[in-house]
């Protein structure tokens, strides 16, 4: 059964690096079949997609974002990560990383999610 | 980017009401059109993908429909457990993946 949890810290500084790790079980992240990626959920924002990476290593950024974020993946662990750097408070949210089919483009399986704060 | 708009953002209903969600686009998306169920908590379950299809293991009283700008999720009668926030998400454009604002479903 496919499992998908992030971790890392809830409170980041104003300016300092958000760095998030999703722990993939039941799935491997070198499958060709799937992309891994990252939603992030906000009261202000709702749902926005982050990002993903392919098994390949190739990245795929939300444009308002590219500047600031980076996913990478660490197949000996089958974990990837997330990187956004030079945060302020906008970017406070419930941070999630999902399965994405490659071919159907869903994310079909998510994280529970996990709140970062920022504070202003 | 493409806009996704639902409506109405919530709504009020009965267990047995039959239920309709409805969401537009803000340009020609096709049937790449994915909709999601989030309860408090949670991470949003897939439901229905490619507009009309059938997530495996949802039951079969959640359907969709639309193509092109609008679409719509209805759940033939509803059950105590359908009471939660649904999202539709395009996935048409492969650079910028949007949803829409949700809709809160609540218990009359």
């Known amino acids: 059964q496919l499992q998908l949890q992030e971790s890392g810290p809830g409170l980041v500084k104003p300016s300092e690096t958000l760095s998030l790790t999703c722990s993939v079980s039941g799935a491997s992240l070198t499958s060709t079949s799937y992309y891994w990626g990252w939603i992030r959920q906000s009261p202000e924002k709702g749902l926005e997609w982050i990002g993903n990476?392919?098994?390949?290593?190739?990245?795929y950024y939300n444009p308002s974002l590219k500047s600031r974020v980076t996913i990478s993946v660490d197949t000996s662990k089958n974990q990837f990560s997330l990187r956004l750097s030079s945060v302020t408070a906008a970017d406070t949210a419930v941070y999630y990383c999902?399965?994405?089919?490659?071919?159907?483009?869903?994310?079909?399986?998510w994280g529970q999610g996990t709140l970062v704060t920022v504070p202003s | 980017d493409i806009q996704m708009t639902q409506s109405p953002s919530s709504l009020s209903a009965s267990v047995g009401d039959r239920v309709t969600i409805t969401c537009r686009a803000s340009?020609?998306?096709?049937?790449?059109l994915n909709w999601y169920q989030q309860k408090p908590g949670k991470g949003p379950k897939l439901l229905i993908y490619a507009a009309s299809s059938l997530q495996s293991g949802v039951p079969s009283r959640f359907s969709g429909s639309g193509s092109g700008t609008d679409f719509t999720l209805t759940i033939s009668s509803l059950q105590p457990e359908d009471f939660a926030t649904y999202y539709c998400?395009?996935?048409?454009?492969?650079?910028?993946?949007?949803f829409g604002q949700g809709t809160k479903l609540e218990i009359k």
């Open positions: 990476i392919y098994s390949s290593g190739i990245t």
């Open positions: 998400q395009q996935s048409y454009s492969t650079l910028m993946y949007t």
């Open positions: 340009q020609n998306i096709g049937s790449y």
């Open positions: 999902a399965r994405q089919d490659h071919s159907s483009r869903i994310f079909d399986h």
